[in-house]
């Protein structure tokens, strides 16, 4: 957050109060339209008429985000502070305060009981603005790890991406690769959003979806690689290891699955507090966690892959993609 101040000048908890606070300030403007609606300053009152808001919440609200450093007192009125506010960037703020504000509000029911509070992905499909916004956000990411996606995945003929969503990577692998053929796995609310792309590539003769759970669908056998992509976080352990098996038997001799994950530790001290909180969302939303190295590597053995390999990514730091041969 913008807002940088000394460290003992309150109470323990005070920043941590604020900053969630005005967390959710500036959530309530993003909802709002307010950094939309600011394509020139304006005061208070103009803006509130142009968002048909009230004179006075408005005022309070543009004072609380000029203190966090999001808008600035201009001659003329309130002014946005950061391109962002109005980019594609807000849309990743718009979907990770609607998980925090109206997701989490059962945590400690998770916590107590160990069981998800919410099912996340029919959470998602509740509301298909943020299942949008949570596909156009890895969708973002997919491009940014692209070049080390391409260079590090053994592809062949027949590629299979299961929970591969918006398709990016089937994408940007096929437009790499001209033999490869590749097939989707996702929910229906997500293979819509895949389809689209697909066709805007024009890629639809190469890569086909299956809409429907990959714990269930038949998986086909003998592909040359199977991706599992941000896949085994968002699942409890028995599960991972039950949908690895399916994996082996759906690969040629020799196919590779290759995973997408968040490495456990960062050196870094706030994307290693990403993971810590990250993992606890999982927890609370599907019954996973940013698992360790070690269990990944167990649940492969036990579904007859080898040693795998670890790439971490300089597209993406503190992730890694894994590699491991079937036998
Ligand atoms: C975190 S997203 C990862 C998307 C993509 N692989 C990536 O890394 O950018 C997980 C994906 O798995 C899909 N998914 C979740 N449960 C599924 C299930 N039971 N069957 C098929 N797809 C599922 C979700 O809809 C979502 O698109």
């Known amino acids: ?33 307010v950094f939309e609606a600011l394509d020139r300053p304006r005061s208070a009152g103009e803006l509130a008429a142009v968002l048909g808001t ?13 203190s966090f450093g999001h808008l600035v007192v201009a001659d003329d009125g309130y002014a946005n502070a950061a391109d962002w506010l109005t980019g594609p960037y807000a849309e990743v703020e718009r979907f990770w305060s ?19 509070f919410v099912d996340f992905y029919a959470w998602l499909a509740e509301r298909p603005e943020t299942l949008r916004r949570f596909q156009g956000m890895l969708s973002g990411h997919a491009d940014a790890i692209a070049p080390e996606v391409v260079s590090v995945v053994p592809v062949g003929s027949s590629l299979l991406d299961l929970g591969g969503g918006h398709a990016k990577h089937a994408i940007r692998l096929c437009a790499a690769h ?10 229906p609310e997500a293979v819509a959003v895949g389809e689209a792309a697909v066709a805007a590539a024009g890629l639809a003769d190469r890569i086909t979806f299956r809409a429907g759970d990959y714990d269930s669908l038949d998986l086909g056998s003998d592909h040359d690689v199977v991706l599992l992509f941000n896949v085994v976080h968002g699942r409890p352990p028995a599960a991972n290891e039950a949908l690895l098996a399916r994996v082996a038997a759906a690969l040629r001799p020799g196919g590779a699955v290759v995973l997408l994950e968040h490495d456990e530790h960062s050196p870094d001290r706030a994307a290693d507090a990403f993971a810590r909180v990250f993992g606890l969302n999982l927890f609370h939303g599907q019954g996973g966690q940013v698992y360790p190295a070690g269990a990944i590597a167990s649940w492969l053995a036990s579904a007859g892959f080898g040693e795998p390999s670890w790439h971490p990514l300089r597209s993406s730091p503190g992730q890694s993609l894994v590699v491991a041969r079937r036998g």
Do not use: I, N
């Not at 009230?54 to 000029?66: I, K, S």
């Not at 509000?105 to 998800?116: A, F, H, I, W």
């Open 98 to 116: 609607t998980v925090l504000f109206e997701s989490w509000e059962g945590l400690e029911e998770s916590v107590r009981t160990g069981k998800p």
């Open 54 to 66: 009230d004179p006075r919440g408005t005022e309070l609200l543009c004072q609380a985000l000029v």
């Open 178 to 187: 001209p033999a490869l053929h590749a097939t989707v796995v996702d929910l």
């Open 1 to 33: 957050m913008p807002l940088h101040l000394p460290p003992d000048d309150g109470p323990p908890s005070f920043h941590d109060m604020l900053a969630a606070a005005g967390y959710r300030a500036l959530a309530a403007g993003l909802r709002l339209g």
